[in-house]
Nanobody, 121 residues
Framework: QSQLVESGGGLVQPGGSLKLSCKAS????????IGWFRQAPGKVREGVLC??????VDLDSGKGHFVVSRDNAKSTAYLQIENLEPEDTGVYYC????????????????WGQGTQVTVSS
């Protein structure tokens, strides 16, 4: 069974940083593009960044303090968030699509369950 599991979320103070992980199982992550998304309370889900083999693609809110990376040997993708702001609070999801980053969120094949990030003093 193909699965993505996010981890690394938590409560962090403004100005802090987090590194979220997205662990893949049941499929070869290296053949997939990984998208990162977030959903703030009461808002629609928005894209952050998508990472192909070595190219990162900005999505809706990707410009700024996000860095994506991947370790195919560990079947894991990462989202590093620096200088966190309260507006970054939300549930962060990763999703996988074969080959390239899609133009439509509906084209992702596999979604994780999300990890909560709360930015508060």
């Amino acid at each position: 069974q193909s699965q993505l599991v996010e981890s690394g979320g938590g409560l962090v103070q403004p100005g802090g940083s987090l590194k979220l992980s997205c662990k893949a199982s049941g499929f070869a992550l290296n053949y997939y593009a990984i998208g990162w998304f977030r959903q703030a309370p009461g808002k629609v889900r928005e894209g952050v960044l998508c990472l192909e083999w070595q190219k990162a693609v900005d999505l809706d809110s990707g410009k700024g303090h996000f860095v994506v990376s991947r370790d195919n040997a560990k079947s894991t993708a990462y989202l590093q968030i620096e200088n966190l702001e309260p507006e970054d609070t939300g549930v962060y999801y990763c999703a996988a699509r074969l080959n390239a980053c899609p133009s439509n969120d509906n084209e992702y094949h596999i979604w994780g369950q999300g990890t909560q990030v709360t930015v508060s003093s």
